[in-house]
């Protein structure tokens, strides 16, 4: 959603929850933040509302974009919305939407494998990933780090193609 959509009146509740729907991922612009699970609701108590976002991890650079674009939206509406961020409980990539691990692949990174476990805290990727251009499990890890934290650098075996594999966490 562009700047100039965001700051357009919101002129009731529910269009406010549409407005909120539509944000996008500043680092990843195919998600929104509910297909991230970074909305964790939307309360209203008379004219006062609430959203709640939690970050994807507490160092994620991309916090301060997204709390200034759900402000922005409560700022268009006449309801006094306020932003909170809270860290509990943390974020996990199992709160990644179907439609947003459908969405990565599409953009060309590996959605994360499996479910979050102790076994991806540590760092043990024996899960298989595929690749997002051609499926294949035939693939390696290039770098823990791809171009974010979140995400890992990947190449594919069978068509030799380099991806970011959004790391489960």
């Not at 693939?139 to 193609?161: D, H, M, N, P």
């Amino acid at each position: 959603m562009s700047s100039e959509a965001i700051s357009q009146p919101v002129d009731d509740y529910a269009a406010l929850k549409l407005r909120l729907s539509e944000l996008c991922d500043p680092e990843i612009p195919v998600l929104t933040l509910e297909d991230l699970g970074i909305i964790r609701g939307v309360s209203r108590d008379g004219n006062d509302v609430v959203v709640t976002i939690t970050p994807t991890y507490s160092g994620c650079p991309a916090m301060d974009a997204i709390e200034s674009e759900v402000q922005q939206v409560l700022d268009a509406s006449p309801l006094n919305g306020t932003v909170e961020t809270v860290f509990d409980p943390p974020w996990t990539t199992d709160w990644l939407s179907e439609d947003g691990r459908r969405k990565l692949k599409e953009y060309g990174i590996a959605p994360p494998a499996g479910t979050t476990s102790k076994r991806a805290l540590l760092g043990d990727y024996s899960e298989a990933v595929h690749c997002p251009r051609c499926d294949s499990t035939n693939t390696r890890v290039i770098s823990q780090f791809g171009s974010t934290a979140c995400k890992a650098l990947y190449q594919c075996q069978s068509c030799l193609e380099p991806f970011d594999y959004f790391k489960c966490h």
